[in-house]
């Protein structure tokens, strides 16, 4: 009578059991496809890793170019500061050793520059950064490119970066002393074939004053804040966005140049000194401390460099035909009546100072020359009726009187030596055309 009991419970048990299984099947095919999704996440995440990480190590590749263009602004010969690189011509290749990116895949990075010496117009930079996972999926690649060209510290007419005032008849306008654009010259002497206004004034912030006979020949921009002079006074546009810097270069070392000569507290009346010879440049370099720059004439055809601290820039300084004379230093200029002798164009003489003294530039004789000095209140008098200022002018501000005029030599916005490399454009090679272009581009030397 007991066993439809027992065959009732043993059905029990079986249903149960099936259940159990059942559940069981459904939790491992669930934590089965758990794990598959997590694999997938993790994957996922590490490829992502490696994506941004290849980017990270492209934009390495594109600092070494970087830093052997910043050692060539410090007066290092190109043929040192890319003693590392595999030349030919014009360009410049490099691999770097293999990183082990923590275990997970093994990196290499391919950099390659145009024009690495300016010999092919503005350089090109472009740095491929490839990483092989060692789970063995597909590699990847990551190409940055940037260009760069000469900082040009004398694009402006003048700079006034905490204020400008002119009173008497200070005006300024332009003229280009070099039309055909040749690296030789000629340059011709103020109107040359004509004045133009086309100079820039800039007044980014404090105040600007115009007198009622002063005037600017070109256009005038502004900082936000500084209130605009009447427009009759400004024959072109007025803009009051202007927002930018005025740093100082890197200054010259003599280690980083091939050859130079310390000439402690006194400079020679003539440079270069006879029997002296040129870094690899070209130019002649000369390291003072605690000097005067005065009565010094600069031979013709030679191109000189000064660096070092100095009490005072004053009168007495003369270019022969061809020179060029470029002035680093931390002291004050204090240039009087025909205080400069200048027969070359404005960008033969360069001067920059780090100096927050004040500093003065006048008299009735004909200047030219090129004063970047953006911590220094620069007062600029006199002119009479022959007096002028050609070329360029930067400081903190910058006071006119009298009959001072400023010309502006065109030819300035041309690079310069001297000028120190900048980038002018960054971006990453991602369209499926620009990574096909690489190749060409770099030889064959990236995919």
Known sequence: MKRPALRVRDRRRGSVLLTAMLFATALAIGLAGYATLARQAVNTAQRTFHVRDALGLAESGLEEAIDCFRQMDAGVGAATAWADWTLSGGNARRTLPPFDRDGRALATVKIYVRGYDGTLGPPLVFAQATLVPFDGSLPIKRTAQLSLEKQNFFLRALVGRQGLAFSGQASTDSYNSNPSGSATGPWAAYPGTGARTNTLVIVPSGTISLGSQSSIGGNLALGAGVTPPPPNKVSGTITTNFRGDFPLPIYPTAAGVSRSYALGATIPATLPVAGHLPASDGRYYYFCTGATIA??????????????????????????????????????????????????????????TSTSASCTIGGNGNIYACLYAPNAALTCSGGGSTGMLVGSYVARTISSGGHMDFHYDEALQLPTAGSPWTITGWYERRTQAERASVASLTENFMQ
Not at 315 to 324: F, H, K, M
Not at 329 to 350: E, F, H, R, Y
């Open 295 to 352: 009565n010094v004439t600069i031979a013709a055809n030679r191109p000189v460099t000064i660096v070092g601290t100095i009490t005072a820039l004053g009168a007495g300084l003369a270019l022969q035909a061809g020179a060029s004379l470029m002035v680093y230093i931390d002291g004050a200029v204090n240039a009087g009546n025909n205080a400069i002798s200048n027969s070359n164009w404005a960008g033969s003489l360069q001067i920059f």
